[in-house]
């Protein structure tokens, strides 16, 4: 299985070459340089911090990713109001974290798909009410156990990914890396896509009030562009056919958008504009997993109701 | 040995407030790099002081000391070991006494850096309590010494008072220009109100900001 390492090996030349082409042909009165320049750069550091996850060994890929976890739901946690009677029941929360990716790394599903939204969630509350305040209760509750199923348990399917095993594909052996790969890549691909195509055909906003600069032709472009790199890509890194790789993009392409603007409603709702500050040039960590958030139990499923 | 100690718990210091809390941090350019000067900060939280410690290079651990409550932190034998020699504390008799300020200002005339809270106490969370007036007496002993305002926001949320594990969250930091306080009782707690109150108003408004944007 060489093709996914040639493949990280090509696209860490790509953001180099990009980089340097930026660096050198940009001029450097050019107003939005530094911010391409710090874009690139941070797109850098994802990627370096994504190839121990697909290719360590675990339990090195599990770790990251919980700690990738550990960072979205500290700055969901951040940005939304809190009681400060339900201390306890954050800090239970947080130990989830490891649980959840730990259920992950063992590969033992029936735990880790009831983990959160069954126990924790019944216990959770149980811990909150034991302070004894109703007064704001549902919403501390509720707003507690979004951040959980958003930022842990949508995202820790991208650590089960990794736990599923080889498979046949159409071109030889596919891994959970390469699924996971085949994920990150199509969820980015359309975010990109769908801001390139916004910039130069948008016209049409699809939710004014929720995210002003998303566009109807953003999204279109965005979908089919993340269709036709899935149609090319799914069938070396998946089981998937061509078809069905294609499908699965269109999946990807509007779940993505879907993460996207429900992320962006949830910001608005608090009055932020970034999630945080922790990806120079793309606001806070969240800002970046907000399609991941949707596309990577979707992706999951998709995959595991047709092959495992 | 005080060195050394210092600069260790300046490491352990930094897990916590980096990894387990994380912080950002706007105006960075106008901390002090080097003393005498005394950084002052709104106080809701043992963590405040440990943030503003790890605000500064590990090489400085040394020449920066805490002003902290003679009552609370130096009762008994280890806490006072501890305080004095790992923390780097500097007591402050709340009671009165002599020279209550003196170990604070011998801080500054060995030429270090003092963080100090103005309102003596951590008071309730996002609330300024009443301005202490042990910072102009300072100003008033080194009117040369510049202060610089901190505004924390967050550590009252993570570690408020009575609880002893923090939550993770990220704290924000905004740091003011170095200023001279008025030495005039009345103009004085005014003075450092209004203060601390414009650094809360621009860190909110800096987290709310261009909101029309890409959002």
Not at chain 1, 23 to 38: D, G, H
Not at chain 1, 91 to 106: F, S
Not at chain 2, 151 to 161: K, Q
């Amino acid at each position: 299985m060489t093709l996914l390492p040639v493949t990280l090996a090509l696209i860490g030349i790509l953001i180099g070459v990009i980089w340097v082409l930026v660096r050198c042909l940009l001029p450097t009165a050019s107003p939005s340089r530094e911010e391409i320049l710090t874009r690139i750069r941070t797109w850098g550091l994802i990627f370096l911090f994504l190839l121990p996850v697909l290719l360590a060994p675990s339990p090195w890929p599990y770790v990251l990713l919980g700690l990738m976890s550990f960072l979205a739901f500290k700055e969901f946690i951040t940005l939304t109001p809190a009681r400060r009677q339900d201390r306890w029941a954050f800090l239970w929360a947080y130990i989830a974290i490891p649980l959840q990716y730990l259920w992950a790394g063992m590969s033992w599903y029936g735990m880790f798909i009831i983990f959160i939204p069954v126990y924790l969630f019944l216990f959770l509350p149980s811990r909150m009410v034991l302070a004894g305040h109703p007064k704001g209760f549902l919403r501390a509750t509720a707003t507690l156990h979004w951040g959980l199923m958003t930022t842990v348990y949508s995202l820790s399917h991208m650590a089960y990914l990794l736990s599923l095993p080889d498979r046949a594909g159409p071109y030889g052996t596919v891994s959970g890396a390469s699924l996971l790969f085949l994920l990150l890549f199509l969820t980015e691909i359309n975010d990109v896509a769908q801001f390139v195509w916004g910039k130069a055909l948008g016209r049409h906003a699809v939710l004014p009030l929720v995210s002003p600069r998303k566009t109807l032709e953003g999204l279109l472009g965005g979908i089919g562009s993340t269709a036709v790199a899935a149609a090319l890509l799914g069938p070396l890194f998946s089981p998937l056919s061509p078809l069905r790789a294609l499908l699965a993009g269109v999946l990807i392409g509007i779940c993505g958008f879907l993460g996207d603007v429900v992320m962006s409603a949830v910001k608005r709702d608090v009055g932020v504009k970034d999630s945080g500050t922790l990806l120079p040039g793309h606001g806070g960590i969240l800002d970046r997993l907000d399609s991941l958030t949707f596309t990577a139990p979707l992706f999951f499923h998709l995959i595991f109701y047709l092959y495992y | 040995m005080d060195a050394v100690c210092r600069k260790l718990f300046a490491v352990v210091v930094r897990i916590v407030t980096v990894f387990w809390l994380g912080y950002s941090l706007r105006g960075a350019e106008h901390l002090p790099r080097r003393g005498p000067a005394i950084v002052i900060a709104n106080h809701n939280s043992h963590l405040d002081a440990l943030i503003l410690f790890s605000l500064f290079p590990i090489r400085l651990a040394p020449s920066i000391s805490i002003a902290a409550a003679a009552d609370y932190f130096f009762s008994g034998r280890i806490h006072r070991f501890l305080a004095a020699h790992v923390a780097g504390l500097v007591p402050i008799s709340r009671r009165g006494g002599k020279d209550p300020l003196g170990p604070a200002a011998a801080v500054l005339h060995r030429g270090n850096i003092l963080i100090l809270f103005p309102e003596g106490t951590r008071g309730a969370p996002d609330v300024m309590g009443d301005i202490k007036p042990g910072l102009r007496h300072l100003a008033r002993r080194f009117p040369q010494v510049p202060v610089c305002p901190v505004y924390l926001h967050g550590p009252g949320r993570s570690l408020p008072r009575g609880s002893w594990i923090p939550v993770p969250l990220f704290i924000d930091i905004c740091v003011g220009a170095p200023f001279f306080p008025s030495t005039d009782k009345e103009v004085f707690p005014a003075q450092i109100r209004t203060l601390f109150d414009s650094l809360r108003a621009q860190t909110l408004a800096g987290l709310a900001a261009e909101q029309d944007d890409d959002a």
